[in-house]
């Protein structure tokens, strides 16, 4: 069985060259400076007013078109230290020095360029279509989504000082779904997010003499198995809350009992009372395990990363949501529920004091899937964001995340009268 995929607007060469050059460079967080530039010649070479270096590298342009409201249009431009493993023959082959010194890969695995290229081709159609359409564009190329840190860098550099203030927040994010289909959820839709990084000190030793140790290394792997209970024995199962020990680090050797050893871990909740309990879960339970194994310091845990919870608009997101249905047909349409996945751009949003209107664009290859519900047994096998393998397919995906887009923001643009 075969999906139907809406037509979207015709696949512009231009972009496509572009989006597979920026997913052939890809940067950091914060080093998005090709980025960047390329972003703002694209922009100026359309005649519409762009700055660059807004909160490091983020790129504002605005668009004024006479009298109306402010529609305010995003896309993140970082890309993630993976190292791609696409065979595509645009892939990355980019290396960078990660926060810790090491060498690390870097690829677009979560689909930043895309919705960079996206946002270029949505402002080449408005722009080049300003007797349809009244009011104020403002469009916000993000830095630093993945470190969640570029939104409110831009909202302290002025953001809302220097540029308009929105009516409304709209923004798109590329998903597993297939390419054809739009998702969005109202109210809480993304879960907050806590990263945390956990130091437990010890005594090292040689490894045939761990009488003369306080092993850090079995300390680590007691906390780690210990923090679990936290979700399964402390959180109500009707509470969304996820939390995920994703690195450990302890000593060189084999044959070496290190001194200390470094957990680093992620939170995910929707409720501040369930995100307080287990951030307190987590320092009762690495002090409990370090002074049982009678530690010589305390461990310390502390907090390098949060993203706020992302609430989309009741009233907001219907309304784009119904001109989406106008064009795509309500077939097209999906809820996905809250997601444990994380955004920062609500901070947009809440720093303007307006609606937010965020969606997930389909953007996996269609032929894959039978029904392209949620329920579609393709989802389990597709590439998801973040992995070494994912990279949203071309066609039609670029066409119709540029028409999202401008549907979205025709949707709170009113028309241009004479």
Known sequence: MSLTVPAGTSLDPALVALYKDLHQHPELGFREHRTASLVAERLRALDIEATTGVGGTGVVAVIRNGPGPTALLRADMDALPVTEDTGLDYASTVTATGADGSVVGVAHACGHDLHTTCLLGAAQQLAGDLSSWSGTLVLVFQPAEELAAGAQAMVDDGLYDRFPRPD???????????????????????????????????????????????????????????????????????????????????????????????????????????????????????????????????????????????????????????????????????????????????????????????????????????????????????????????????????????????TAARAWLPARTA
Not at 373 to 391: E, F, G, I, M, T
């Open 168 to 406: 409304v927040v709209l923004g798109q994010h590329v998903s597993p779904l297939p390419a054809g289909k739009i998702a969005g959820h109202h109210g809480a839709a993304y879960a907050g997010s806590d990263s945390l990084r956990v130091r437990i000190v010890g005594k090292g030793a040689h490894g045939s003499m761990p009488q003369s140790s306080v092993d850090p290394v079995v300390m680590a792997a007691a906390t780690v198995l210990r923090l679990q209970t936290i979700i399964s024995r402390e959180i109500p199962s009707t509470e969304v809350a996820v939390l995920t020990v994703g690195s450990i680090h302890a000593g060189q050797a084999a044959n070496v009992i290190p001194g200390e050893a470094e957990l680093q871990l992620n939170i995910r909740s929707y409720d501040d009372a369930t995100r307080q309990h287990i951030l307190d879960g987590v320092g009762r339970i690495v002090r409990a395990e370090a002074a049982a194994a009678g530690a010589p310091e305390d461990p310390t845990v502390t907090e390098f990363e949060r993203f706020p919870v992302v609430v989309n608009d009741d009233d907001a997101l219907a309304r784009t949501f119904q001109a989406f249905g106008d064009w795509l047909g309500p077939d097209h349409l999906l809820d996905p529920g809250a997601g444990a996945g994380s955004e920062d751009v609500g901070i947009l949003a809440t720093s303007a004091d307006a609606p937010l209107s965020f969606w997930l664009l389909g953007g996996s290859d269609p032929s894959l899937f039978t029904t392209g519900d949620l329920s579609d047994p393709a989802l389990l096998k597709v590439p998801s964001n973040h992995s070494p393998k994912y990279a949203p397919v071309i066609d039609p995906t670029l066409s119709l995340g540029v028409t999202a887009l401008v």
